[in-house]
């Protein structure tokens, strides 16, 4: 069974600071793995993707996760902090493109400081 | 392009009445979903459609939740009767076949009071 375990259900930075979200998974497949983003009152928005190929995923407003097979990981990060990246983050698992159930994680509120 | 889209954005019912959440998927996505956040835990995969027909669901949590998808096009999750635990953030998503994003409404809070 696959399942998703967020590190922090809060984290805390200063504007400018590194934003490091941890995010490590379990999969019996090769996963499919994705990052999104719920901002107050609005839906989910999809940050990123892993599928296939290049391990480093970019993904919109400057962030970037990196899939890592051997620590089961794929954890996000951004090299600044800006005060619009407040919101909550939620890392999630598939088995496979469309046609599958996503699993979530807990979810990680991200608090920027000024 | 309209998104994902869902009614009511909140409902208040009391205990033991019904309640039925809407949900218009992208245009031409054969592929919905609901999920459901409780109270601050992660969000849980309830069922899957594909057009009209029921892939899984087996994150439905009990007899009191019918979800249904009319011609393929919206779907809707009715609760009847609706209990305290039912309260939480109701979410649908679509896709296209064969793609793996999954573009997500932007939810209904229920509150089962």
């Known amino acids: 069974a696959q399942s998703v375990t967020q590190l922090g259900s809060h984290v805390s930075v200063s504007e400018g600071a590194l934003v490091l979200l941890r995010c490590n998974y379990s999969?019996?497949?090769?996963?499919?793995l994705f990052w999104y983003v719920q901002y107050p009152n609005q839906g989910l928005q999809l940050l990123l993707k892993y599928t296939t190929g290049a391990t480093l995923v970019k993904g919109i407003n400057g962030f970037e996760a990196e899939f890592k097979k051997s620590e089961t990981s794929f954890h996000l990060t951004k090299p600044s902090a800006h005060m619009s990246d407040a919101a909550e983050y939620f890392c999630?698992?598939?088995?496979?493109?469309?046609?599958?159930?996503?699993?979530f994680g807990a979810g990680t509120r991200l608090f920027v400081k000024a | 392009e309209a998104g994902v889209t869902q009614f009511p954005s909140h409902s208040v019912i009391e205990k033991g009445q019904t309640v039925t959440l809407r949900c218009d998927p992208i245009s031409g996505h054969d592929n919905l979903y609901w999920y459901r956040r409780v109270m601050g835990k992660e969000i849980k995969f309830l069922l899957h459609f594909v057009k009209e027909s029921k892939q899984d669901e087996s994150g439905m949590p009990n007899n009191r939740f019918l979800a249904e998808r009319t011609g393929g096009t919206y779907s809707t999750l009715k609760v009847q009767p609706a209990e305290l635990e039912d309260s939480g953030v109701y979410f649908c998503a679509s896709s296209p076949a064969g793609v793996g994003i999954q573009y997500f409404g932007a939810g209904t809070r229920l509150s089962v009071l």
């Open positions: 999630a698992v598939s088995e496979g493109t469309g046609g599958f159930k996503t699993i």
């Open positions: 999969s019996s497949v090769p996963p499919y």
